[in-house]
């Protein structure tokens, strides 16, 4: 059976940082992109990054890059969204998912959600 499961998400204060971790068991990050989601009170869902199988390639939602890093570590089927210099409109839940990348399209995995909060 897929799992996947996010962490890493607390409170901090605009301008710090959090690294939220996605691990999968069941499949390997080998075989499937992985994507971050979030989604912020009375908004919609969003993709925020995600990295593709193989080369690695990344992809982010204009309004994180520079500030977020995607990584992964295949060997512990992790992977992680570094996030800096964050800001209240980062505030959300944050998903981690199975995805075609760049599109960011999502397949049926997911994993529960992390909340991250971002004060002013």
């Known amino acids: 059976e897929v799992q996947l499961q996010a962490s890493g998400g607390g409170l901090v204060q605009a301008g710090g940082s959090l690294r939220l971790s996605c691990v999968a068991s069941?499949?390997?990050?080998?075989?499937?992109?992985i994507g971050w989601f979030r989604q912020a009170p009375g908004k919609e869902r969003e993709g925020v990054s995600c990295i593709a199988r193989g080369d690695h390639s990344t992809n982010y939602k204009d309004s994180v890059k520079g500030r977020f890093t995607i990584s992964s570590d295949n060997a512990k089927n992790t992977v992680y969204l570094q996030m800096h210099s964050l800001k209240p409109e980062d505030t959300g839940v944050y998903y981690c998912?199975?995805?075609?990348?760049?599109?960011?399209?999502?397949?049926?995995?997911w994993g529960q959600g992390t909340q991250v909060t971002v004060s002013s």
């Open positions: 069941g499949f390997s990050f080998d075989d499937y992109a």
């Open positions: 998912a199975e995805v075609d990348c760049p599109s960011m399209r999502p397949y049926h995995y």
